[in-house]
């Protein structure tokens, strides 16, 4: 059981090159997200899915697009790389809806991109 | 305002002293508080889970939420050179489908 697996760990992106960050899970969870994490500013919901099929919109989704034809995978795609997207980027996943009591997010150990 | 605050530290103290952490928050809708571990260049992983208001032990970790002043903590007992790590407070509504999550407060545990 790998629980969230990301990849890949590091990637350093020119601006305006594309690419796509890999999550997949294997405990069968419906709902999968995908986060940044800046120095000093905390987790920021970037997009969210609450089954294959249905993805949302969370609080910085700019510049960012998802998909989710199965349930165990989630990839994140950024299209025109910008400086302001170096972060790190992480996945999770939860069985159910996460304001529920025993239900913690499941992350991943993250993927550190720098765009220059 | 932000929806969650946390002193981000750092933090440092020395083995077998006692850690007090702590969040503060705006939304009176939040009834899920959640602690979360972080480790250097990992993932978060969940420490403490709590609903709605009151205390909660788990071995050598503490978790109380003051609904009434919106304010919740985290007390490490005993604390251990392993315990280093960024400790981040998160909350969430019912039936939401985001963590608001704080800043982390970094502590270091000197051996």
């Known amino acids: 059981n790998a629980g969230v697996t990301q990849t890949p760990k590091f990637r350093i992106l020119k601006i305006g090159q594309s690419m796509t960050l890999q999550c997949a899970q294997d405990m069968n969870h419906n709902y999968m997200y995908w986060y940044r994490q800046d120095p000093g500013m905390g987790l920021k919901l970037i997009y969210y899915s609450v089954g294959a099929g249905i993805t949302d919109k969370g609080e910085v989704p700019n510049g960012y697009n998802v998909s989710r034809s199965t349930t165990e995978d989630f990839p994140l795609r950024l299209e025109l790389a910008a400086p302001s997207q170096t972060s790190v980027y992480f996945c999770a996943s939860i069985p159910g809806p996460m304001g529920s009591y025993n239900s913690p997010l499941h992350f991943g150990n993250g993927t550190r991109l720098t765009v220059t | 305002q932000k929806e969650v605050e946390q002193d981000p530290g750092p933090l440092s103290v020395p083995e077998g002293a006692i850690v007090s952490l702590n969040c503060t928050y705006s939304?009176?809708?939040?009834?899920?508080f959640m602690w979360y571990r972080q480790y250097s260049r990992k993932g978060p992983e969940l420490l403490m889970y709590t609903y709605s208001s009151g205390n909660k032990e788990d071995g050598r970790f503490t978790a109380q939420v003051d609904k009434s002043s919106k304010y919740i903590s985290l007390f490490i007992r005993d604390s251990q050179p392993s315990d280093s790590a960024t400790y981040l407070c998160a909350m969430s509504e019912t039936g939401a489908n985001n963590l608001f999550f704080g800043t982390g407060t970094r502590l270091t545990v000197i051996p």
């Open positions: 939304n009176s809708a939040f009834q899920y």
